[in-house]
């Protein structure tokens, strides 16, 4: 079983369309928490951190439930340059992020 | 300001060659990482840097990997001997504090491919 687990996708949406993504992690002691966003063949960009206390940025919403070992991301209204992979990291101990595979969204016309 | 830089873009190599690959992190950025990522997959993380002390090496797959932050600015990813399964894109991730808790800003990564 990998560490941090999301569903790959595709998502394929089409614009002004929420869309939600679901993260699970396996370990416990797991102390912060990130999305970050990838597009073709460019380099991960941090979104948002993710706080259990749920955090907003404009169209995006994450949250975190620890007890469920659970993220997700919340993106409203899809905008065509939202079309990109989302990655889910966890951040264990001592800086070592831990990448899910990513799931992929295409928003279209 | 210039972000994480890292160098060749692309490496082409031989199977059985040495390559070395090059990051620059951001100026003044204590911690630095170094990913792995195959194609379809999330990055993988392969060892962190606090300025020039190697804290972390455990995600190395082989001896025939081995990295080095000698000043604690610039670093090189060394593999030896290189192999069909060494091909990836090669990450460099940098962040201002220890422990890598924060941001960690990526550079654009040298695709290494291995014929």
């Known amino acids: 079983r990998k560490e941090v687990e999301q569903d790959p996708g595709p998502f394929n949406v089409p614009e002004g369309a929420t869309v939600a993504f679901n993260c699970t992690y396996s370990?416990?002691?797991?102390?912060?928490f990130f999305w970050y966003r990838q597009d073709c063949r460019k380099e991960p960009k941090l979104l948002m951190s993710?706080?259990?206390s749920g955090n907003e940025d404009g169209r995006f919403t994450a949250q975190l439930n620890r007890a469920s070992q659970y993220i997700s991301l919340l993106i409203r209204d899809s905008k065509l340059s939202d079309s990109a992979t989302y990655l889910c990291?966890?951040?264990?101990?001592?800086?070592?992020?831990?990448f899910g595979t990513g799931t992929r969204l295409q928003v279209t016309l | 300001g210039a972000g994480v830089s890292q160098s060749p873009r692309y490496k082409v190599a031989k199977r059985g060659q040495d390559v070395a690959l090059r990051c620059d992190p951001i100026s003044g950025h204590v911690s630095l990482f170094w990913y792995q990522q195959a194609l379809g997959q999330g990055p993988e993380f392969l060892t962190y840097?606090?300025?020039?002390?190697?804290?972390?090496k455990s995600g190395l797959p082989s001896d025939r990997f081995f990295a080095e932050r000698p000043e604690g600015s610039v670093s090189t990813l060394k593999i030896q001997r290189t192999q069909q399964e060494d091909s990836a894109v090669y990450l460099c991730a940098s962040s201002p504090t220890s422990g890598g808790y924060n941001e960690q800003f990526f550079g654009p990564g040298t695709r290494l491919t291995v014929l």
């Open positions: 840097f606090q300025n020039e002390a190697q804290l972390d």
């Open positions: 370990n416990s002691a797991s102390q912060s």
């Open positions: 993710v706080y259990s």
């Open positions: 990291v966890v951040n264990n101990a001592g800086g070592k992020l831990t």
